[in-house]
């Protein structure tokens, strides 16, 4: 059974100006995804309610954004398998203790179950203090993309010993909570959803200008890929149905929106990608818009934000039949649910798609009604509701 937070389960005895919350992120700014802004929303919406926040992180010289609060350095190393614009802290150093010590939290929010996690899991039940985890990331299905899948089920163990430390885990969806059971996790579980910006994820930014400069003919159906261009993302699967819609001489391009360490290679795959670049704000939206098909093949996801803001702009979904979109897409109505790794069935539902504009034109319109409901306000009150329960 999942709990669900709300404040109607009981006043709080504290208020939010009592909360302060001491937040622990393996990347909170230094680079871009959708994890961490949502940590950044999230922060802003505490402060916005008067809880104290100190966030504590690997920073570099020069992050993606600005973070959002206080900011606290750890000392961390780059990963190493040539990922190393991403860090890991090897632990809690002195400084940072004494840091923390300071600050003196009543929460302790852990983002991310790396060893800076648990050791601000350690430090927060020596000192009986509230810990909270949120997931953000399918860690263990990552192992697939890098050939080491008998290491899956061990990393699935270890990952459960780690959300058994804590008070409570938040989860994006239903279908997160069920994977997390399944691993034999007893914590209670509470719902921390995820949030669009509808002003800037609308039907209403659609530009076909926009589209011709990136060379797109108005008959090609616009096949998107949005996100950090990483191959655990399923960039392969990509690839793979990209060449399917050509066999079959389904008319489309696809567009990449975004950018990362496997660029060279999709674009060497699939030499006829549209390459929209790294967007950001309005152009986001803009880009996101003028697609006619979001395709989104990972697994990897918790709940899919990228997902969520095509939803949100009207355009349908032919996604990964897994955790994440199965919360948010409604099969044959917003878009298509796929086995993960059949391309035949996923090139199936893109030329459906591409073949019935009719069918391509409801699917976008019952995805932008259902995504209406998600706002970040409502949804970040969630975590906040949680805070104060546990500690009413």
């Known amino acids: 059974m999942v709990n669900r937070r709300n404040p109607r389960y009981g006043p709080a005895t504290m208020q939010p100006k009592d909360l302060r919350v001491a937040l622990f992120s393996g990347n909170y700014n230094y680079v871009r995804d959708g994890a961490n802004q949502a940590l950044n929303l999230l922060v802003g919406h505490l ?24 900011l606290v350095d750890v000392p961390a190393v780059p990963i190493p398998g040539g990922r190393g614009e991403y860090r890991i802290a090897r632990g809690l150093p002195a400084k940072v203790r004494r840091d ?46 890098y050939h080491l899948s008998a290491l899956e089920r061990p990393l699935e163990r270890l990952l459960a010993r780690f959300y058994g ?41 659609r530009d076909m200008a926009w589209r011709r400069s990136l060379g797109v003919a108005d008959d090609e159906l616009a096949v998107g890929f949005v996100g950090r261009l990483v191959k655990e993302k399923g960039l392969d699967v990509f690839a793979d149905i990209a060449r399917a819609l050509t066999e079959r001489n389904v008319r489309h391009r696809v567009v990449v929106i975004g950018d990362g ?25 803009r880009a996101v ?59 199936d539902a893109i030329a459906r798609i591409a073949g019935d504009p009719a069918l391509r034109r409801s699917m976008g319109e019952a995805g932008h009604a259902r995504a209406a409901g998600y706002r970040w306000e409502a949804i970040n009150q969630a975590v906040l509701d949680t805070y104060l329960e546990l500690k009413g």
């Open 47 to 70: 402060l916005a309610q008067g809880v104290t926040v100190r966030v504590y992180s690997p920073t570099v010289p020069q992050p993606a954004f600005p973070a959002t609060g206080d």
């Open 100 to 145: 923390l010590e300071a600050f003196a939290p009543n929460v302790v929010h852990v983002s991310a179950p790396d060893i800076l996690g648990h050791r601000a899991i350690s430090w927060a039940r020596a000192h009986g203090i509230t810990t909270v985890a949120s997931l953000h990331t399918r860690f263990e299905t990552y192992l697939r993309y």
């Open 289 to 347: 818009a003028s697609l006619d098909t979001f395709f989104n093949p990972s697994v990897t996801e918790t709940f899919g934000n990228v997902t969520l803001e095509a939803m949100a702009a009207a355009v349908p979904v032919v996604a990964a039949r897994a955790t994440g979109t199965t919360d948010l897409v409604e099969e044959g109505i917003t878009g298509f649910l796929v086995s993960p790794r059949d391309p035949a069935a996923y090139a």
């Open 261 to 285: 360490p496997a660029r060279d290679w999709f674009a060497k795959e699939v030499p006829d990608a549209a390459f929209a670049g790294f967007q950001r704000g309005d152009a986001l939206g």
């Open 165 to 205: 430390r804590v008070d409570t885990v938040l989860v994006p969806g239903d279908s997160m909570a069920q994977v997390l059971r399944g691993w034999g996790v007893t914590t209670p579980i509470g719902i921390w959803s995820r949030g669009v910006n509808h002003d800037r994820f609308s039907p209403a930014r």
